[in-house]
């Protein structure tokens, strides 16, 4: 049988789901839930298999453990993790582990880890518009995130991205994006760099730390918001565009 006791934080969404769903023009074209990981009608072992079912707008609820695969999120979907510490999907270095290249796709409650160890190998790729990324963990990736040329309005919140090999997240011409109240550290290069007209970025109140280059890398990019972030033994706090193309910095810490 499938298994009938859900984390408790789940019951809600998912009726509220449930509700919007029964709507949705797209619903019939599969199951609005999936899960992967348990027993049962309904379960998957691949996070892959799960994707492909589950309907356009549905839920995958994936159960603790390691998975090893490569996501490609083709689809408005939610990954939905049980937990950073017990929900783990692992590339086996071999490229990117998450890809996302639908619109309107959330990840939340996971940790990403083991992409492959070359450019533009990363934990998250990023090539949509509207990606939601919450409570994760990205580490022992050549990259943490990477959002990709023309990706926007992402927005990275209660994150951990560290020890990564190179950035913990890398923007190469993207903009109006939003990373906040995240905690981005160990990162041999930067904590975040934002390069080739990635304009309009909002980085507010994350830590951080021990970044190997900078914590904030700023070139050939306007109007970045950097405000309440708090800065902690990093080689070079922040880097600024020279000139400052509409940077604006206020009430961060500098330690």
Partial sequence: MMKSVLPAFLVGFLVLLSLGLASHPLAASGPSVVFVGGTGPGNFSSIQEA???VSSGGLVVIYPGV???????????????????????NG???G???TVAADDVTIRNLTVQGSGLQFPDTGLLVR????RVLNVTSTDNFYGAILWWGSSDAVFESDHIFANHRCGIYFPH???NRIQGNVITDNPVNGCGLYEDSNHNTIA?????RNGYCGVNIRDSSDTHLSGNRFEANAI????????????IGQNEFM
């Fill in 51 to 53: 994707v492909a079912t």
């Fill in 67 to 89: 998975f090893h695969e490569q996501v490609m999120l083709n689809k408005s979907v939610e990954l939905h993790g049980s937990g950073q510490n017990v929900t783990v999907i």
């Fill in 92 to 94: 086996s270095r071999q």
């Fill in 96 to 98: 990117n582990v998450v």
């Fill in 128 to 131: 949509a518009n509207g990606t």
């Fill in 174 to 176: 993207s903009s109006g």
């Fill in 205 to 209: 109140n994350n830590t951080f730390a």
């Fill in 237 to 248: 706090a922040v880097h600024l565009p020279p000139p400052m193309f509409g940077t604006v």
